[in-house]
Structure formats: C-alpha cells, structure tokens
C-alpha cells in the first residue's frame, strides 16, 4: 500500500516562494510518475506538473517559468518548488503517484497567497 504525505504549504505574499514536499511510503516510488495538481474553491482539480521516472517533467502553462518539480528517488520525495506565486496560485495541493494503471493521492497541503 502507498501513502502519500505532503508538507511545505503555508501562507505567502505575492511574488513570494514556497516549496512542498510529498513522501511516499513504500517500493514503487523510483518507478513511477509523481505529479502534483491542485484544487481551487469552486474548481476542478488540474494538473500542475509531473515527472517521470527518467526525470521528464511537464508543466501547466499557468505554472511554466514560475514552479519547478523534482524528485529524489533516495528519499522517495517529491518537490514542487513555486517561485513568484500569484493570488491564483490558492489552492489545496496534492500529490499523486500514478503506477500502472492506479492512481495514489496524498491528503493534500493548502497554499495561499495573499498580501
């Protein structure tokens, strides 16, 4: 079984940055997709960057320039590192580990911006 925690959310100013963290218990970590996505009130979860297993990454154009994911297989951890945050950038943060065909998530960690 794959559990999911994440940390680093917090309150931010914008213009500000923060980095969240999701550690995965179990053996399936190094060969897996790791993604976060995150949610808005009133919003759909999205997408907001993965990475391969090989190191690939892929971004949100929302986020492109601004966050940058990266993983570190020996600590099964997963980073988000988010740099000039906006207002919009409020949400719930998830982290997920796609392996197969099944999905994990993590229980999410909140990040606003405000001033």
């Known amino acids: 079984q794959v559990q999911l925690v994440e940390s680093g959310g917090g309150l931010v100013q914008p213009g500000g940055s923060l980095r969240l963290s999701c550690v995965a218990s179990?053996?399936?970590?190094?060969?897996?997709?790791m993604g976060w996505y995150r949610q808005a009130p009133g919003k759909q979860r999205e997408l907001v960057a993965t990475i391969t297993s090989g190191g690939s990454t892929n971004y949100a154009d929302s986020v492109v320039g601004r966050f940058t994911i990266s993983r570190d297989n020996a600590k099964n951890t997963v980073y988000l590192q988010m740099s000039s945050l906006k207002p919009e950038d409020t949400a719930v943060y998830y982290c997920?580990?796609?392996?197969?065909?099944?999905?994990?998530w993590g229980q999410g960690t909140q990040v606003t911006v405000s001033s």
């Open positions: 179990g053996s399936i970590f190094s060969i897996s997709v």
């Open positions: 997920n580990l796609a392996f197969l065909s099944r999905d994990y």
